[in-house]
């Protein structure tokens, strides 16, 4: 310190700080040999809190307020010290402010995944991040366990330690809940709350009080995600055997789109066909078995008779770019006749038929194409 900043400090008797940054925890006010003169002006500020430290042990804390510093508000520090000469020369001590605002939108995650074992997926990894506030609420214990002689102290100096703790915590937390992944997103809440009570003891260590603690999001790794992907599709999908008529909707406006007679294309639709009708077959198997009756019924009563023989379904085939598809059912060949995907001059041939005819020439074919609408007639400019 300069000659004249030490004449500066004799004449200077208020001690205050007005905190100009957003992260400033404890401030260390500046004075010259850590000299105060006897009825120096101390004034703390709201959200403040000034520790007299002297010879390294924390003697008086002051809030909010403005004093004059003299043996009456000094009591502690009057006695430590032992002022002479009726307590009226200057005493020795260092000041620290302590700030005791939140400190909002701290920011907290997971460096590496966290392993958890699932009863749907079995072991996955995920990750987790959120947000948590928190306040110095004991200044003496803070500035004993963390600040020790640090004459500024922010927020980053103690933000990994928490983040660090937080971590720790959650990770035991969610082995214990053992809650199924899919249930994790309507539980943040509940997570956020017992992760705040079982983390707010060992802020307290520290002299810090942890206000808020939230759990923002949940990840999961891509396999997971993609076998939940599909589980929602299949619960959109309902109808197995609609989806299927929609597929082979699509195969036949592929074929219909590729003017070139790429044979991959048709190979690929006419597997399209094949796997709807297969499906199809299953699904019609599936939905005519019988029902188990139960041990406690009367099994004889509720058998139902043999099914009656039925004839075999009549298969379809059709010429589309000069390849063949099938074998398709009627009600797939009706499907894409409103879909307007087979035309009344399409090629179709079934059982019973010397050759290849027309669409609208079948029979049973005839009324589905009633119900399309016909071509536009040409437009004369």
């Known amino acids: 310190m300069t000659l004249w900043e030490k004449a500066k400090a ?115 990894r995920l990750r987790a991040f959120g ?39 959650f990770s035991d937390l969610i082995g214990e809940k053992k809650i199924p992944v899919l249930d994790l997103t309507e539980n943040y809440d509940e997570l956020s709350n017992v992760l705040t009570r079982i983390i707010a003891p060992e802020f307290l260590e520290y002299g810090l009080d942890i206000t808020k603690l939230l759990v923002e999001n949940i990840s999961f790794p891509a396999e997971v995600e993609e076998a939940m992907d599909k589980k929602s599709s299949m619960g959109i999908v309902g109808n197995l055997d609609d989806y299927f008529k929609y597929q082979s909707a699509n195969a036949m406006e592929i074929a219909a789109q590729n003017p070139g007679g790429d044979a991959s294309a048709g190979v690929g639709m006419g597997m399209g066909f094949a796997m709807a009708n297969q499906m199809g077959e299953i699904m019609k198997k599936s939905s005519g078995a019988e029902t188990k009756p139960s041990s406690t019924e009367n099994r004889s009563s509720l058998t139902p008779p043999p099914l009656p023989e039925t004839e075999p379904e009549v298969e379809y085939y059709i010429a589309n770019k000069g390849k063949k598809f099938g074998p398709l059912e009627l009600n797939v060949i009706r499907h894409n006749i409103k879909k307007e995907k087979i035309q009344p001059d399409t090629l179709i041939w079934r059982q019973g038929l010397e050759g290849w005819q027309k669409a609208d020439t079948l029979i049973e074919l005839s009324s589905a194409f009633e119900s399309v609408p016909p071509p536009l007639p040409d437009m004369i400019d």
Do not use: C
Not at 21 to 42: C, G
Not at 142 to 168: A, C, H, R, S, Y
């Open 131 to 169: 947000t948590y506030v928190v306040k110095i609420s004991d200044p003496v214990r803070f500035i004993k366990e963390i600040v020790g002689t640090d004459g500024l102290f922010t927020l980053e100096k103690v933000t990994e330690q928490l983040k660090n703790l937080i971590i720790t915590r």
């Open 10 to 124: 004799e004449f200077i008797d208020i001690i205050e700080w007005t905190d100009d940054s957003a992260n400033t925890m404890v401030y260390r006010f500046p004075r010259y040999d850590n000299e105060i003169k006897y009825r120096a002006q101390l004034i703390v500020r709201q959200s403040q809190a000034a520790v007299f430290v002297n010879k390294g042990q924390i003697a008086d804390v002051f809030p909010s307020g403005h004093y004059s510093l003299d043996t009456d508000n000094l009591p502690i520090l009057s006695t430590i010290a032992g002022w002479k000469y009726g307590f009226h020369s200057p005493f020795k001590a260092e000041v620290y402010f302590v700030n005791l605002k939140n400190f909002t939108n701290l920011k907290w995650g997971t460096k590496n995944p966290v392993i958890l074992r699932d009863p749907e997926f079995g072991p996955v």
